[in-house]
């Protein structure tokens, strides 16, 4: 477990046979988005228990082996579909699972490249 990532509560706990494990990429980019979004670890954290009961709950992303996708509300940004942050993990056959990335969608990404 990156020392980083530990200040998660949850992170590296066996829970119902499942076990957590932070990718660097994961811990850059929650550290990243730490800066503009202070509660991020309070809701990584609440739905980091659903997913320890639910491991299946994300989207299976296509053409990937075994990545993925699921929503998580935020406290710091507006309701409604678009706000939230998505978080990439990788369920493997030892029954860990393993957090890839997470990111935001704002304004600024849902802008065709031309407007930008």
Known sequence: MQKKAA???IGGENFVGFRIRF???F?????RLRKKYPQIQADIESVLEVLLLQPYLGILIPDTPGVR???VPSRDMARGKRGGFRLLYFLNIENCITLLFVYTITPQHLRC???L
């Open 7 to 9: 200040r998660l509560r």
């Open 23 to 25: 990718s660097k990429p």
């Open 27 to 31: 811990t850059r980019s929650l550290r």
């Open 69 to 71: 996708k699921l929503r």
């Open 113 to 115: 490249p031309r407007e």
